[in-house]
């Protein structure tokens, strides 16, 4: 393994300004880099990663550096591959109603370009005020509105990535419907830069409906009402809950008429209730504020078992996902993670620690996942035999 090397050979084929020295903001989990890629374009990462590939060094791609902190500790990091200024291409289709877009642009900038074309990516993932294309991607991020629009994963049409050794590849189709052979793409979004890095994705857009609303709620409500309303998109944050509505006026009325009658409701319109919908599902609070933070993941029936007797300073519940993040001032022991796993276990979820001190991510897989282990080596000893991607990063410690 030649650091050296590597850097040598790709300073021959790169401009001047994409080799960088590394600063504090690369630093993963108390680890420093040794240097700092920082491509122009998807042909200088391809060279970048041949050569690192070839050295046999280890990579951690990222671009606004906003969730370095997911994941187990690397195994090894020698270099930061920094994907800021790769591929920032917005590109909507209007008539088929889907989008093309480059790893490197924010969704902040997709929503506001989008947006002026009266479309829309209709995800609400956390952290979105401040995060990438490539990052959302990656780790297959979403929030609420995924009950009506479903995942990140799901509404993902195509792939372009550059592989381990530098191969620059494509899978999936502009096609909503595309059943001929294997899924592949679905295996890169979500393995959080484990396999290769995506550069470009397609994916559906929707239009902007006629009307937008946000109900806020005192309490929260069973969850059988709660679906019989057909929110888009429910959330409910320390005790208060936002139901979503969205469609044409006369629909969008019907639905909050049918809220009063079970309970009071502050109702926001239009880009307010935009506006605030996007804030409180970025959960930048959550995230910013907290040392801790668990996400649950459960049958929708059984999310409230799972969080009974839990006293977390901080609660983010999708009841219509079945989904929960916890969020905690202080630092959570083992013993406390472990039961709770072992709660969620027994009732067919999982529990992913999202955010934790270093001293408790070294001794535990963040990810919580016991299933289908022997699968995700082979997968990825195929598709990164070297171990070059984000080297123990991901489920598993692969």
């Excluded at 993902?156 to 909503?176: E, K, N, Q, S, Y």
Aim: proline content about 5%; some cysteine.
């Amino acid at each position: 393994m030649s650091l050296e090397k590597a850097i040598r050979l790709v300073e021959g084929e790169v401009s001047n300004d994409s080799i960088r020295e590394p600063s504090p903001g690369y630093v993963v989990d108390g680890l420093t880099p040794k240097v700092v890629f920082y491509p122009r374009d998807v042909n200088e990462l391809s060279i970048m990663m041949k050569n690192i590939n070839k050295e046999g060094l280890k990579v951690i791609p990222m671009v606004n550096r906003s969730k370095l902190f997911l994941g187990n500790v690397p195994k090894g990091y020698d270099v930061a591959l920094d994907l800021g200024r790769v591929h920032r291409v917005i590109e909507p289709d209007l008539e088929e109603m889907v989008g093309v877009f480059g790893v490197s642009a924010s969704l902040m900038d997709v929503r506001r370009e989008l947006s002026r074309l009266n479309r829309r990516l209709p995800i609400d993932p956390p952290l979105s005020s401040r995060s990438s294309i490539g990052g959302v991607f990656s780790c297959n991020l979403f929030g609420p509105l995924a009950y009506t629009f479903m995942s990140t994963r799901d509404i993902t049409l195509r792939v372009r990535a550059v592989m381990p050794d530098g191969t620059i590849v494509r899978w999936g189709t502009g096609m909503i419907k595309d059943v001929a052979g294997y899924n592949i793409k679905r295996l890169f979004i979500g393995s959080c830069g484990s396999l290769g890095i995506i550069y470009e994705v397609m994916t559906r857009i929707a239009a902007i409906p006629e009307v937008i609303s946000v109900a806020r709620l005192n309490g929260e409500l069973d969850l059988l009402i709660m679906r019989r309303l057909k929110p888009v998109g429910a959330v409910v944050i320390n005790g208060t809950t936002y139901l979503r509505f969205e469609g044409v006026k006369e629909e969008v009325e019907y639905r909050l008429g049918k809220l009063s009658e079970v309970s009071r409701s502050d109702v926001f319109y239009g880009g307010e209730a935009d506006d605030l919908w996007y804030r409180l599902t970025s959960m930048d609070e959550l995230f910013d504020n907290y040392t801790t933070v668990l996400k649950v993941i459960t049958p929708q029936y059984v999310l409230g078992d799972a969080l009974k007797g839990i006293r977390a300073d901080y609660v983010v519940k999708m009841p219509v996902l079945g989904e929960a993040y916890l969020g905690f001032r202080e630092p959570l022991n083992l013993d406390f993670i472990n039961s709770l796993r072992t709660r969620v276990s027994e009732l067919g979820g999982y529990v992913i620690t999202m955010k934790a001190p270093l001293d408790v991510k070294r001794n535990i897989d963040v990810w919580g996942l016991q299933q289908n282990l022997d699968i995700m080596a082979k997968l990825k000893s195929v598709f990164d035999p070297g171990n070059t991607m984000c080297y123990g990063r991901f489920v598993g410690g692969i």
